[in-house]
């Protein structure tokens, strides 16, 4: 566990902040999408909808096509990781996320099977008091 966060926390800080559909360096096929994600992912997203695992591949393709080089990702701003350990190969984590004046909180459930990871659900919640 703590080899695990320290790798964690020394990734996130050599990407420059959310690890997750964000970074080019994560792929930005839908192949990179499909080996990242279990075939069951969903996500809440901040506004409280659920979106399936299709519908978030369809978001971020638009995103890869129209922003191929990662400029417009520049301006996000993730602190505060904190993995925990919720059950045998199965991890939650939690962080913040900024976009320009916009707060979040995060949380991404990663599963760890046949040496790769999978993301198995992943949440967005707006915080509405922050300035």
Same mark, same amino acid.
């Given at each position: 566990?703590?080899?695990? /966060?320290?790798? @964690?926390?020394?990734?996130? /800080?050599?990407?420059?902040?959310? $690890? %997750?559909?964000?970074? +080019?360096?994560? &792929?930005?096929?839908?192949?990179?999408?499909?080996? #990242?994600?279990? $075939?069951?992912? @969903?996500?809440?997203g901040a506004?409280?909808?659920? =979106?399936?695992?299709?519908?978030?591949?369809?978001? #971020? !393709?638009?995103?890869?096509?129209?922003?191929?080089? &990662?400029? +417009? !990702?520049?301006? @996000?701003?993730?602190?505060?990781? !904190?993995l925990?350990?919720?059950? $045998?190969?199965? =991890? #939650?984590?939690?962080?913040?996320? %900024? #976009?320009?004046?916009? +707060?979040? /909180? /995060?949380?991404?459930?990663?599963?760890?099977?046949?040496?790769?990871?999978? %993301? +198995? =659900?992943?949440? &967005?919640?707006?915080?509405?008091?922050?300035?």
């Amino acid at each position: 566990m703590a080899a695990l /966060r320290l790798s @964690w926390m020394k990734y996130s /800080r050599n990407s420059n902040g959310e $690890p %997750i559909f964000h970074r +080019l360096e994560c &792929g930005t096929s839908r192949e990179d999408f499909e080996r #990242l994600t279990d $075939p069951s992912f @969903w996500e809440t997203g901040a506004s409280g909808r659920r =979106y399936s695992r299709e519908h978030v591949w369809s978001v #971020l !393709e638009e995103r890869y096509a129209s922003d191929p080089s &990662g400029r +417009l !990702e520049s301006d @996000w701003e993730a602190s505060g990781f !904190e993995l925990l350990e919720i059950a $045998p190969a199965t =991890y #939650l984590l939690t962080y913040t996320l %900024i #976009l320009e004046k916009r +707060l979040t /909180r /995060r949380m991404t459930l990663w599963q760890r099977r046949d040496g790769d990871w999978k %993301i +198995l =659900y992943h949440q &967005g919640t707006l915080v509405t008091d922050y300035e």
